[in-house]
């Protein structure tokens, strides 16, 4: 099976911006999660939608959104980009139940200046 | 091996040591937990887990110990390779659903 693929793999935008970031997950997995990697923070949660709905969200700022699709393909939107939004955003599948391995994309590399 | 805290520890060793590289999770309703490795540019790549029924699994030269009293987890690696050389995150399975919460890492320098 192929793995968690997310694109672009590297973005660069200026303050105030807004970007749009893609994921589409393992083959039969329903659930897609999203975090926020910085080496302050390490790797936070963001969201988790699983069958098209928000399952599960974090503690980040409304300018942090997502939706899912039928095919479980996933899109994460920053609105209004700050320069603190810089971060390595990993997107992670799995089918969708506890105790449950989530397996991670290679993320993609945002800057914000 | 380093605790995991607000920074990042370093655990370095040479070729062909046993590593040890510890976490302590947060909450004690807790009932699953992952390692993951991540490699410099990569996503973070399943290791091994453990479900809270269990103190001890083993993998092919990893084995993950639970202590659930001190809400402790350790990840060991028997005869360690250069190639092992990455950043170590446990996480553990807290909220319904698959959410994971992360530790910190721990930087792992293993040296030829």
């Known amino acids: 099976k192929a793995g968690v693929t997310q694109t672009p793999r590297y973005l660069i935008k200026t303050r105030g911006q807004q970007v749009t970031l893609s994921c589409s997950p393992i083959s039969g997995h329903r659930s897609v999660s999203w975090y926020q990697q910085t080496p302050g923070q390490g790797l936070q949660f963001l969201f988790e939608?699983?069958?098209?709905?928000?399952?599960n969200k974090g503690n980040f700022p409304g300018r942090f959104s997502g939706r899912q699709f039928s095919n479980s393909r996933s899109e994460m939107n920053v609105s209004t980009l700050e320069l603190g939004d810089s971060a390595l955003y990993l997107c992670a599948s799995s089918l969708g139940n506890r105790q449950e391995t989530q397996y991670f994309g290679p993320g993609t590399r945002l800057l914000v200046l | 091996g380093e605790s995991v805290g607000l920074h990042l520890p370093t655990l370095s060793v040479q070729e062909g040591d046993n590593s040890i590289i510890n976490c302590a999770y947060s909450?004690?309703?807790?009932?699953?937990f992952i390692w993951y490795k991540q490699e410099s540019g990569k996503g973070p790549q399943f290791i091994i887990d453990i479900r809270s029924n269990m103190d001890k699994r083993q993998g092919q030269r990893v084995t993950v110990l639970l202590n659930k009293t001190v809400k402790h987890l350790s990840l060991q690696i028997a005869a360690t390779q250069p190639g092992d050389s990455a950043v170590y995150f446990c996480?553990?399975?807290?909220?319904?659903?698959?959410?994971?919460?992360f530790g910190k890492g721990t930087m792992l320098l293993v040296s030829p």
């Open positions: 996480a553990e399975n807290i909220t319904p659903g698959s959410t994971l919460t």
């Open positions: 909450n004690s309703a807790s009932d699953y």
């Open positions: 939608y699983f069958s098209e709905t928000q399952r």
